[in-house]
């Protein structure tokens, strides 16, 4: 009772008297809360917007946008169903689209299945070398493909003289499709993995209980339980094969078989009079379609939380035997891995090394160091290397920093466009790199006060483009690490007087730090293998890797191709392994 009579100017009291919260300055009468909500808000607008409004505008515009005059038409849409051939490019598309989603599924569910909820020899190993694929790009791995599976392979000229024929055909829509599910499938698998990681593992100990075998309880409780998984990476496969370039380039431009993307590319760059009404058309098709896939995407994800538990579990879920059917199965994920990814990989290094590599002769014959010497004496080609280097370590820096305040801004914050913070960074996920490309040509073209000069055909612009195409991959990396972080530090800090910017530099930022590191790994990775935007806006003077290699490929230099490629492969592989050791430990990143 004594202290609630104290008299008042008592030292403590003189304390809580002194206790002012913090003031911080106003810009324009404006807390600077907003100022940086607003910031990212307008960043991210101007980001998304920038390829899409040109290239819809260019759709209806019977002029090239660099031109001046021009009228309204809808004639580009009109000619692209009649005479461009459209109808035979879309069903060669839905067909490919379509095979490579199955191919994907077919090899990541019952891989995500075995690895997370079977005992399985070496599980760990073999779940690290499901996922590497990831890490090398579809443009690499086409051409090690061709090296090794393609009419004069290596393996289809031995097949060939063992058994006088080979029973596949890379230069066709399968041949395609296979090729891009072997580098599809990890992100299926990822989907799946993580699904039954998360998943409540109490309706299999009820199936056991009841007498169910490891058999039955993966038909009829194991699968079932994946449907949203399955469903949501069916559409993101989907939408990626809409959009891939490299594999359809390589595969289809010998034999005439054009989808959406090579049409883009033959029409809209290697043409002498390309038609840029029709390549409007035919781009704002393809960007409704992606748009379509992402909404029905969206809407799938929301409802997959009727069927996975993301809350602790008091015991771990008991990993079912499956007896020789285990061994069965870590054949076939070697198989997957050894012959879809590692062999084509292995022969790109050794072509990479050989004046001639073909089974009529031992490649032993001709090694030799040329094809890298080409490279290293080529300004160049040593110019494309530090491009990607640096457009991809620039770009996950800047990219990964974006990805956090918007996560912040959306997730974080009462912000009253939160929520279109967050669509406008996934948003560019249903946007085909090629698309990006073009738009993004346009857009320079049509920038007010000369921003287009002095960024077309810069390294700069091809920064911002691939920085376009990675931002929803880095807020998808940094978005589960903010929503784990209790609310109640936020209101903490702000019951200390704290405002929003106050709070996320002295509380929220040293939590944040592990996920900041991990979408910077990943979007290095995911820029450095990124090309197809590069294809329209950079310069001979700005080529990246994956340009530089496309067209040399074009030229008949495999050896200088696999020279280059071998080269990127090493740059990833040294940076994912430095920043595995620097993240050793973390696993909360």
Same mark, same amino acid.
């Given at each position: 009772?004594?202290?609630?009579?104290?008299?008042?100017?008592?030292?403590?009291?003189?304390?809580?008297?002194?206790?002012?919260?913090?003031?911080?300055?106003?810009?324009?009468?404006?807390?600077?809360?907003?100022?940086?909500?607003?910031?990212?808000?307008?960043?991210?607008?101007?980001?998304?917007?920038?390829?899409?409004?040109?290239?819809?505008?260019?759709?209806?515009?019977?002029?090239?946008?660099?031109?001046?005059?021009?009228?309204?038409?809808?004639?580009?849409?009109?000619?692209?169903?009649?005479?461009?051939?459209?109808?035979?490019?879309?069903?060669?598309?839905?067909?490919?689209?379509?095979?490579?989603?199955?191919?994907?599924?077919?090899?990541?569910?019952?891989?995500?299945?075995?690895?997370?909820?079977?005992? @399985?020899?070496?599980?760990?190993? !073999?779940?690290?070398? *499901?996922?590497? #694929?990831?890490?090398?790009? $579809?443009? %690499? +791995?086409? &051409?090690?493909?061709?090296?090794?599976?393609?009419?004069?392979?290596?393996?289809?000229?031995?097949?060939?003289?063992?058994?006088?024929?080979?029973?596949?055909?890379?230069?066709?829509?399968?041949?395609?499709?296979?090729?891009?599910?072997?580098?599809?499938?990890?992100?299926?698998?990822?989907?799946?993995?993580?699904?039954?990681?998360?998943?409540?593992?109490?309706?299999?100990?009820?199936?056991?209980?009841?007498?169910?075998?490891? @058999?039955?309880?993966?038909?009829? !409780?194991?699968?079932? *339980?994946?449907? #949203?998984?399955?469903?949501? $990476?069916? %559409? +993101?496969? &989907?939408?990626?094969?809409?959009?891939?370039?490299?594999?359809?380039?390589?595969?289809?431009?010998?034999?005439?078989?054009?989808?959406?993307?090579?049409?883009?590319?033959?029409?809209?760059?290697?043409?002498?009079?390309?038609?840029?009404?029709?390549?409007?058309?035919?781009?704002?098709?393809?960007?409704?379609?992606?748009?379509?896939?992402?909404?029905?995407?969206?809407?799938?994800?929301?409802?997959?939380?009727?069927?996975?538990?993301?809350?602790?579990?008091?015991?771990?879920?008991?990993?079912?035997?499956?007896?020789?059917?285990?061994?069965?199965? %870590?054949?076939?994920?070697?198989?997957?891995?050894?012959?879809?990814?590692?062999?084509?990989?292995?022969?790109?290094?050794?072509?990479?090394?050989?004046?001639?590599?073909?089974?009529?002769?031992?490649?032993?014959?001709?090694?030799?160091?040329?094809?890298?010497?080409?490279?290293?004496?080529?300004?160049?080609?040593?110019?494309?290397?530090?491009?990607?280097?640096?457009?991809?370590?620039?770009?996950?820096?800047?990219?990964?920093?974006?990805?956090?305040?918007?996560?912040?801004?959306?997730?974080?914050?009462?912000?009253?466009?939160?929520?279109?913070?967050?669509?406008?960074?996934?948003?560019?996920?249903?946007?085909?790199?090629?698309?990006?490309?073009?738009?993004?040509?346009?857009?320079?073209?049509?920038?007010?006060?000369?921003?287009?000069?002095?960024?077309?055909?810069?390294?700069?612009?091809?920064?911002?483009?691939?920085?376009?195409?990675?931002?929803?991959?880095?807020?998808?990396?940094?978005?589960?690490?903010?929503?784990?972080?209790?609310?109640?530090?936020?209101?903490?800090?702000?019951?200390?007087?704290?405002?929003?910017?106050?709070?996320?530099?002295?509380?929220?930022?040293?939590?944040?730090?592990?996920?900041?590191?991990?979408?910077?790994?990943?979007?290095?990775?995911?820029?450095?293998?990124?090309?197809?935007?590069?294809?329209?806006?950079?310069?001979?003077?700005?080529?990246?890797?994956?340009?530089?290699?496309?067209?040399?490929?074009?030229?008949?230099?495999?050896?200088?191709?696999?020279?280059?490629?071998?080269?990127?492969?090493?740059?990833?592989?040294?940076?994912?392994?430095?920043?595995?050791?620097?993240?050793?430990?973390?696993?909360?990143?």
């Amino acid at each position: 009772m004594s202290t609630l009579t104290k008299p008042p100017g008592t030292p403590a009291d003189e304390h809580l008297q002194e206790f002012r919260p913090p003031r911080y300055r106003r810009i324009l009468g404006i807390g600077r809360d907003q100022v940086v909500q607003y910031a990212v808000l307008a960043i991210l607008a101007v980001l998304v917007l920038a390829p899409i409004v040109p290239t819809l505008y260019q759709s209806i515009r019977n002029r090239p946008l660099y031109e001046a005059g021009g009228a309204f038409t809808l004639s580009g849409y009109s000619r692209l169903f009649t005479e461009a051939g459209f109808g035979e490019v879309a069903l060669n598309t839905l067909l490919f689209a379509t095979l490579t989603t199955l191919l994907s599924l077919a090899i990541a569910i019952p891989m995500a299945i075995v690895v997370v909820r079977t005992k @399985l020899p070496g599980g760990r190993v !073999v779940a690290l070398a *499901m996922q590497w #694929p990831f890490f090398i790009s $579809s443009l %690499i +791995l086409g &051409f090690g493909w061709i090296i090794m599976y393609g009419p004069a392979g290596f393996v289809s000229i031995k097949v060939q003289q063992v058994f006088g024929g080979v029973p596949w055909n890379l230069y066709s829509i399968p041949g395609m499709a296979l090729t891009e599910a072997v580098a599809l499938a990890p992100i299926a698998y990822v989907f799946c993995a993580n699904a039954l990681r998360q998943s409540d593992a109490s309706l299999e100990s009820a199936a056991q209980v009841c007498g169910a075998g490891p @058999l039955r309880i993966l038909a009829q !409780v194991v699968v079932p *339980m994946l449907r #949203p998984p399955i469903v949501y $990476s069916a %559409i +993101l496969v &989907f939408s990626v094969s809409l959009e891939t370039l490299s594999v359809p380039l390589l595969y289809g431009q010998p034999v005439k078989i054009d989808v959406f993307s090579t049409f883009l590319y033959h029409n809209g760059l290697t043409s002498v009079d390309p038609d840029y009404t029709v390549l409007g058309a035919a781009s704002t098709i393809i960007l409704l379609v992606a748009l379509s896939l992402v909404a029905v995407q969206a809407k799938l994800l929301k409802n997959a939380a009727r069927f996975v538990s993301v809350r602790g579990k008091a015991t771990r879920p008991r990993k079912l035997d499956l007896g020789w059917l285990k061994w069965v199965s %870590i054949v076939c994920i070697w198989f997957y891995v050894i012959a879809g990814a590692l062999i084509p990989i292995v022969g790109l290094v050794f072509r990479s090394f050989t004046l001639i590599f073909t089974p009529l002769q031992s490649p032993l014959k001709t090694v030799t160091t040329q094809n890298y010497e080409m490279v290293f004496e080529s300004d160049n080609y040593v110019r494309s290397i530090w491009n990607s280097v640096i457009v991809a370590g620039v770009g996950a820096v800047t990219i990964s920093a974006l990805a956090v305040v918007a996560v912040m801004v959306a997730r974080r914050s009462t912000f009253r466009f939160g929520r279109a913070v967050e669509y406008l960074a996934l948003i560019p996920q249903s946007m085909p790199g090629i698309i990006v490309g073009i738009g993004f040509f346009w857009a320079l073209a049509l920038a007010p006060f000369g921003i287009g000069s002095v960024l077309q055909g810069t390294i700069y612009a091809v920064i911002i483009a691939f920085g376009i195409r990675a931002l929803p991959s880095a807020f998808g990396s940094v978005a589960p690490a903010i929503m784990q972080i209790g609310g109640e530090l936020d209101n903490a800090a702000r019951v200390s007087g704290a405002d929003w910017v106050m709070t996320f530099f002295r509380v929220l930022r040293a939590l944040l730090t592990p996920a900041f590191a991990g979408a910077l790994i990943l979007t290095f990775v995911i820029m450095l293998k990124e090309y197809s935007p590069a294809v329209f806006i950079s310069s001979a003077d700005n080529n990246i890797l994956g340009t530089t290699m496309l067209r040399l490929w074009t030229q008949g230099r495999a050896g200088s191709v696999a020279a280059l490629a071998t080269l990127q492969i090493a740059i990833t592989a040294v940076f994912v392994a430095l920043a595995g050791l620097l993240m050793k430990g973390k696993h909360h990143a």
